[in-house]
């Protein structure tokens, strides 16, 4: 996931790092088991992911990382299993810049002529597989986050120019105009009025590897906003974000049915349409139960959705799925079921028709 902070289960103790008595004569202490786990866990996942350096040194990846953006980069990790984590454009587009190898102990990601658009977090954990069910092991991964810095480029470039962020009442939403520089001083403004919108660190907070975090997001806030950035010279301007509040509460699909008519005649059409009101966001998959199914008979099913405005700055989605028969027949009549589903769960909704 681009931009997520790297996270450690065990904060660096002092002294850590010392290297260990190797006279056999002295026995050291044995310190409690709870906490010789903890620190073996943290060591192993601080180690498994080094960069390589000049002259075949290696260096352990701290936290975050910054490098001057037209450098390339080569990372290790240990194992002979290991899955790689990195920006998902690379992915998108299948940049030819962008190798990795698994050889016999470890893994090795090379980025050649890295761009500020490479910012974002590198990670990397062993698979634990038995048969043909793989797990990662929790115990050994290890991640960085890497500004690859750019005076031309202060925020991480995006395929388009301007982006629809959710406003969802229960959940923080993120304006994800990102840095490549960590120290550029970054504010958040509103296009109309034109003002600029405070970060008090509470319920609007800043993270350069995220973007401005609205932690409880309200209707006030919606409408079109823009990052402003500076760094040793000119200001730059991230692209467009069009805030849209979401009125809908999580749950299954909210459905309802209809159909031209209850009755029809011989060789008449008939459609039926299923209509869900939703999130702006959130899938909806339609299926269809229709008396001719069994049979073969032929009918045409079109899915399509589009997003409304409810006059008061909420903003739903309408998905729609429209069966339509052609030339009805004795063998079309009866009930015709649609059942929606999201990722909450499905609804059911069904319709009768007659001769």
């Given at each position: 996931?681009?931009?997520?902070?790297?996270k450690?289960?065990?904060?660096?103790?002092?002294?850590?790092?010392?290297?260990?008595?190797?006279n056999?004569?002295?026995?050291?202490?044995?310190?409690?088991?709870?906490?010789?786990?903890?620190?073996?866990?943290?060591?192993?996942?601080?180690?498994?992911?080094?960069?390589?350096?000049?002259?075949?040194?290696?260096?352990?990846?701290?936290?975050t990382?910054?490098?001057a953006?037209?450098?390339?980069?080569?990372?290790?990790?240990?194992?002979?299993?290991?899955?790689?984590?990195?920006?998902?454009?690379?992915?998108?587009?299948?940049?030819?810049?962008?190798?990795?190898?698994?050889?016999?102990?470890?893994?090795?990601?090379?980025?050649?002529?890295?761009?500020?658009?490479?910012?974002?977090?590198?990670?990397?954990?062993?698979?634990?597989?038995?048969?043909?069910k793989?797990?990662?092991?929790?115990?050994?991964?290890?991640?960085?986050y890497?500004?690859?810095?750019?005076?031309?480029?202060l925020?991480?470039?995006?395929?388009?120019?301007?982006?629809?962020?959710?406003?969802?009442?229960?959940k923080?939403?993120?304006?994800p105009?990102?840095?490549?520089?960590?120290?550029?001083?970054?504010?958040?403004?509103?296009?109309?009025?034109?003002?600029?919108?405070?970060?008090?660190?509470?319920?609007?907070?800043?993270?350069?590897?995220?973007?401005?975090?609205?932690?409880?997001?309200?209707?006030?806030?919606?409408?079109?906003?823009?990052?402003?950035?500076?760094?040793?010279?000119?200001?730059?301007?991230?692209i467009k974000?069009?805030?849209?509040?979401?009125?809908?509460?999580?749950?299954?699909?909210?459905?309802?049915?209809?159909?031209?008519?209850?009755?029809?005649?011989?060789?008449?059409?008939?459609?039926?349409?299923?209509?869900?009101?939703?999130?702006?966001?959130?899938?909806?998959?339609?299926?269809?139960?229709?008396?001719?199914?069994?049979?073969?008979?032929?009918?045409i099913v079109?899915?399509?959705?589009?997003?409304?405005?409810?006059?008061?700055?909420?903003?739903?989605?309408?998905?729609?799925?429209?069966?339509?028969?052609?030339?009805?027949?004795?063998?079309?009549?009866g009930?015709?079921?649609?059942?929606?589903?999201?990722l909450?769960?499905?609804?059911?909704?069904?319709?009768?028709?007659?001769?």
């Amino acid at each position: 996931v681009i931009g997520q902070p790297a996270k450690s289960k065990h904060p660096k103790e002092h002294g850590e790092n010392k290297i260990k008595p190797v006279n056999k004569k002295v026995k050291p202490k044995t310190p409690k088991t709870k906490e010789r786990e903890s620190v073996d866990s943290s060591l192993k996942s601080q180690s498994i992911l080094t960069q390589v350096m000049d002259k075949g040194h290696f260096q352990k990846l701290a936290a975050t990382s910054s490098l001057a953006a037209g450098q390339s980069i080569e990372l290790r990790c240990k194992g002979s299993n290991v899955t790689w984590n990195y920006p998902s454009y690379l992915d998108t587009f299948k940049d030819s810049r962008l190798s990795i190898k698994q050889l016999d102990r470890y893994s090795q990601l090379i980025l050649a002529n890295s761009t500020a658009a490479d910012t974002g977090e590198y990670s990397c954990w062993l698979q634990l597989c038995n048969g043909n069910k793989c797990r990662k092991d929790e115990t050994k991964t290890g991640s960085t986050y890497i500004f690859f810095t750019d005076k031309e480029e202060l925020f991480v470039p995006t395929p388009s120019y301007f982006e629809i962020v959710y406003l969802n009442p229960d959940k923080p939403a993120v304006i994800p105009c990102r840095v490549t520089t960590p120290s550029a001083k970054v504010t958040l403004h509103r296009e109309f009025p034109a003002e600029e919108i405070e970060t008090d660190g509470t319920d609007i907070i800043y993270d350069a590897k995220k973007g401005f975090v609205f932690q409880h997001p309200t209707s006030d806030h919606k409408g079109i906003v823009y990052c402003k950035a500076e760094s040793q010279g000119a200001p730059q301007i991230s692209i467009k974000y069009h805030l849209l509040y979401v009125e809908v509460p999580k749950g299954p699909p909210s459905t309802s049915i209809a159909v031209s008519s209850s009755r029809a005649g011989i060789s008449d059409r008939v459609h039926v349409v299923c209509t869900v009101l939703g999130e702006p966001d959130v899938d909806v998959n339609f299926r269809w139960q229709y008396p001719g199914q069994e049979s073969g008979r032929p009918v045409i099913v079109q899915n399509f959705w589009r997003l409304i405005n409810r006059g008061i700055g909420h903003t739903t989605r309408i998905s729609k799925s429209v069966l339509l028969v052609e030339d009805f027949e004795d063998i079309d009549v009866g009930n015709y079921v649609c059942i929606a589903q999201n990722l909450q769960g499905e609804t059911t909704v069904a319709t009768k028709v007659e001769l």
